[in-house]
């Protein structure tokens, strides 16, 4: 009797030992998944931009959220040869022959217009410049973590604004959008 009470502890002890040894792998591996999972998150949305104001100009649009970095790429094609303005623009809603119904820059901030990082201060949606080939055609890209992707944060989260380009470069004085000229192109970023 005292060699079966035996075996069964040893048993029992082993298959315990074995079942915490289970749980601890498993553990291991559900946080490496988490990891894994974490790093490969990313929210992305593109969007074809239209002409405005009886230009030709076209382009498609995307902007990336990852490891909270939203990344914007464009390319463009049917500008004149150059530098143009590019900002986010308030409303997603590009009904008006010339592009006024986004309305201002997105600035939720109400901050003066101006560069991108100037201390003196800049909106949300002051993107920049860029140039334009012989071509008419030209790529932007742009990074920020001041910016997100439905979020909910109503002073980063770009859902429901639009992206402008414009037919000038924008100044980065003139109050309250750089003096950059007609809106060319025009999409609004929908979720």
Known sequence: MKKSSIIFMALALSLGLSCKEDKKETK??????????????????????????????????????????????????????????????EKADCSAADGTSTGGHWNPTAQ????????????????????????????????TDAWCIGCGDPNKDILGKAVIVHQGSDDFTSQPSGAAGPRISCTGIIE
Do not use: C, Y
């Open 28 to 89: 291991e591996v559900e946080e490496t998944v988490e990891e894994i999972t974490e790093t490969v998150e990313e929210t992305i949305i593109s969007f074809r931009m239209e002409p405005k104001s009886d230009s030709n100009v076209q382009g498609m649009v995307n902007f990336v959220e990852k490891d909270g970095m939203v990344a914007m790429s464009a390319t463009f094609s049917g500008l004149s040869p150059g530098e143009h303005a590019i900002h986010i623009h």
């Open 112 to 143: 003066p217009h101006g560069k991108w990082g100037d201390a003196a201060g800049f909106h949300k949606g002051d993107i920049g410049n860029f140039l334009a080939n012989e071509d008419g055609s030209a790529e932007v890209s742009f990074e």
